[in-house]
């Protein structure tokens, strides 16, 4: 069985190892959503990954929702992230950028007061963080209803997820991966409890699999399979989704993404004992692993040993590290030697400028 230190070609992109840097959302771009330079010194901090997937970028205005998260649908964004992708590439690495929508987790204070859009006319549990009103300190804020999309939109959304990919390219990205996990709104469209559309795109798993496969396929068709990856998140509820047929609807999900024929596919599914969330039904990534036959990541609060275990076990191809990669910079070479780990300032993972974001030490 590969070693996690093993080499693997994830469609066109030759990865040294096989452990990823998980998509961080991280906070450093502008107000308008433009990257920033501090950030390149943080991915090329990380380029001995096997590879990078870049925090969560906006296809659209519409489509982001975060407070000081990057975008990639305008020229100032897309060349803004030229020189971090060159920074990452000059310092060895590889990094494709996470294309995403947030669908009703998009509150209307991003939208000039018009409501997010979703598969159907829902609201997102808990409250979100916007930008401070000038005479308000206050920056949290419930979700409001989102209104459902129309299907004479579906192409206007597909048109964004392909302008956002050709502008990656044209950044130097290594390509995309479709953020479609996490109750997002490809997430949104595919299960069972946020969607209630009586079209084409609701009621029956082929249905709710639909967007998923006409997003990938758009995106597939523009910039090509070898450089297209898909996250999905076979987990119970996250941020208010949650499906009544998980291992039937991402059975399905991953057939589709295989017949498609993408670079790779990356799942977030936590485990028992794990730090964001306990499963409420047993694991779904062994059917899908039968369903999809190219590379497959798992993302679940790993760390060296259990991750060569489902190596070993065959359930996965690579392991992908999120907040362990976030605070050890080097952890391809802290693992390998099993060195100790940095701990983690979660207080700071979001606050924007240095601390806590490039001045995690390499090990000595």
């Given at each position: 069985m590969p070693s996690l230190f093993d080499p693997i070609q994830l469609g066109a992109i030759h990865a040294p190892n096989r452990m990823l840097m998980a998509p961080l959302t991280r906070g450093r771009a502008t107000r308008a959503h433009v990257p920033?330079?501090?950030?390149?010194?943080?991915?090329?901090?990380?380029?001995?990954?096997?590879?990078?997937?870049?925090?969560?970028?906006?296809?659209?205005?519409?489509?982001?929702?975060?407070?000081?998260?990057?975008?990639?649908?305008?020229?100032?964004?897309?060349?803004?992230?030229?020189?971090?992708?060159?920074?990452?590439?000059?310092?060895?690495?590889?990094?494709?950028?996470?294309?995403?929508?947030?669908?009703?987790?998009?509150?209307?204070?991003?939208?000039?007061?018009?409501?997010?859009?979703?598969?159907?006319?829902t609201t997102a549990p808990g409250t979100v963080r916007t930008y401070p009103a000038e005479d308000s300190g206050e920056i949290r804020r419930p979700y409001g209803e989102a209104r459902p999309l129309r299907t004479d939109e579906i192409p206007g959304i597909l048109d964004d997820y392909a302008h956002a990919a050709r502008n990656a390219i044209r950044a130097g990205f290594d390509g995309v991966q479709i953020h479609a996990a996490n109750g997002y709104l490809i997430d949104?469209?595919?299960?069972?409890?946020?969607?209630?559309?009586?079209?084409?795109?609701?009621?029956?798993?082929?249905?709710?699999?639909?967007?998923?496969?006409?997003?990938?396929?758009?995106?597939?068709?523009?910039?090509?399979?070898?450089?297209?990856?898909?996250?999905?998140?076979?987990?119970?509820?996250?941020?208010?989704?949650?499906?009544?047929?998980?291992?039937?609807?991402?059975?399905?999900?991953?057939a589709t993404l295989d017949a498609i024929g993408i670079a790779f596919l990356e799942l977030r599914e936590p485990r028992a004992g794990g730090t964001r969330g306990l499963p409420d039904h047993p694991p779904v990534h062994p059917v899908m692993r039968k369903a999809f036959k190219g590379p497959l990541a798992l993302n679940a609060d790993y760390l060296r040993d259990d991750a060569q275990a489902a190596l070993d076990a065959g359930e996965a191809d690579a392991i992908a590290f999120g907040r362990t990669f976030l605070a050890n910079p080097d952890l391809p070479h802290r693992l390998r030697e099993r060195l100790p780990l940095n701990p983690q300032r979660e207080d700071l993972f979001y606050i924007g400028g240095a601390e806590g974001y490039t001045d995690y030490p390499a090990a000595v």
């Open positions: 920033t330079p501090i950030m390149a010194d943080y991915y090329a901090q990380r380029a001995s990954a096997g590879l990078i997937i870049s925090e969560a970028t906006g296809i659209s205005r519409q489509g982001l929702g975060w407070a000081y998260a990057p975008g990639l649908w305008n020229e100032a964004q897309t060349d803004a992230w030229k020189p971090i992708v060159e920074a990452v590439h000059e310092a060895g690495g590889r990094i494709v950028a996470q294309l995403w929508h947030m669908g009703r987790l998009v509150h209307s204070d991003f939208l000039d007061g018009a409501k997010p859009v979703s598969a159907s006319a949104q469209f595919l299960r069972d409890n946020s969607n209630f559309r009586d079209d084409g795109y609701g009621g029956t798993i082929p249905n709710r699999v639909r967007l998923l496969r006409e997003v990938t396929q758009r995106v597939v068709d523009t910039i090509g399979g070898t450089r297209t990856g898909v996250r999905l998140s076979p987990n119970g509820e996250v941020q208010g989704v949650n499906d009544s047929s998980p291992h039937a609807l991402f059975e399905a999900a991953a």
